[in-house]
Every structure is written in C-alpha cells, then in structure tokens.
C-alpha cells in the first residue's frame, strides 16, 4: 500500500552495508552479489515487478520545491520511459507526493513508496542499482556518501563532485553518474548513461566495487 508521512527533518545515522543487520542481506566489496539479494527481497516486500536486471533507482531526498524536486517532476516521465523501477523515501510535500502516487497508478509494479524510517532508508539504498539526487546541500551529501557504502552509485548534480566521481568508461573508473546542476535535459543524459552501463553486469559491479570502498 502506497503511503506518505509527514514532512520531515529527521536525521538519521547510517552503518555500512556490511554491518548493517537491518537489510535483508549483508554485503561488502568482496560479497557484492549478495546485494542483488537485497533488491529481489525489496522487490517482493514492495510488490513491484522490478527484476533484476531491470535499474532499480532510489529517490530518498526529501521531495520539496525548495529541495530542488521541480528538477525531478521534470525528467519523471522520462525515467519511467526507460523502463526503470523507482524506490521512493516516503517524505515531502503534498505537491510531490501527489506527483509520485499519480504517477504510481500509472506505472502499477513499477514504483514504491517506503515509509521514512531509519531501516526503510537503509533498505532503499541496499536494494536500488542507482541514486538519484536532484540538489546539493550538507544534507544530501550525507546521504550521498552513504549510498556509496551501499553500493548505490548516486546520479547527482555537479556540485557533488568532490564526493562522486563521474564514471568513465575509456577509464572504467569512476564512482557515479553527474549531470549540470539544475538541468533537466543534463540530468536525464545521466540517467540514460547509467542505464546503459547497467546493461554489462561485469563492468557494473566493478563500479559498484569502486563506490563501496570510496
């Protein structure tokens, strides 16, 4: 069932994937493949129709105008476009949360909101293939940084670069996907680059591998 709370501030203290004992499978850089373990359980709990080799993004800011959300109203249609499965943080406006249930009775399996708890969050993050942060702030790039230590290569603003660094694939280095800040056409091209790595599992997990130990 598809639910929201209420606004809020809270702040919350997350462990790294490999001591966390509240997602379904614990993971680190040398058991990357459990994480797959985490999705299909999210998935089944959440009953969305995701698979896995189906991105599986995770929305965990919270969802407000002043938080930069209009960028995400923007490219929402083209994210679902793709075929991708989202994971939303319960948390935000009325404006947005109407935006997300819409959109969810239009794409049925293919979103879910999960309510803003400390474990809830922990799951988004362990069980989505990417991140997707639509603004920066001291925040946000708290729960960049701990989207790496789950393995969630985050799609986010310029502004992060000093905690992600832009996947190269002549390189195969790289950590995450950046875009323009504040650009919608920039932020879908993110999306759409990480879509398509996602598509050669092997060079995937080596990212993956790459965002864990950052």
Known sequence: ??????????????????????????????????????KMEFCREHELSCQQRQLLVGIVMELS????????????????????CLAVRGVGTEQFQNLILNFSKQYPGRIAVVHDTNEGLRKIFAASDTSFFFSGGLDN????????????????????????????PNQESGTG????????????????RANENFRFPYDWKNIQKSAIEN
């Open 1 to 38: 069932m598809l639910r929201y709370i209420k606004y809020t501030h809270m702040k919350y203290t997350l462990p790294s994937a490999a001591y966390d004992n509240k997602i379904y499978a614990k993971f680190s850089k040398n058991t990357i493949e459990k994480k797959s373990q985490n």
């Open 65 to 84: 105008q002043k938080n930069g959300a209009k960028l995400l109203e923007d490219i929402l249609p083209g994210m679902l476009s793709l075929n991708v």
């Open 141 to 168: 790039e708290q729960l960049v940084q701990a989207s790496l230590g789950y393995a969630c290569l985050p799609i986010a603003p310029e502004g992060m670069r000093h905690i992600v660094e832009d996947y190269n």
């Open 177 to 192: 996907f950046l875009f323009s800040d504040g650009n919608p056409w920039s932020a879908f091209a993110a999306l759409v």
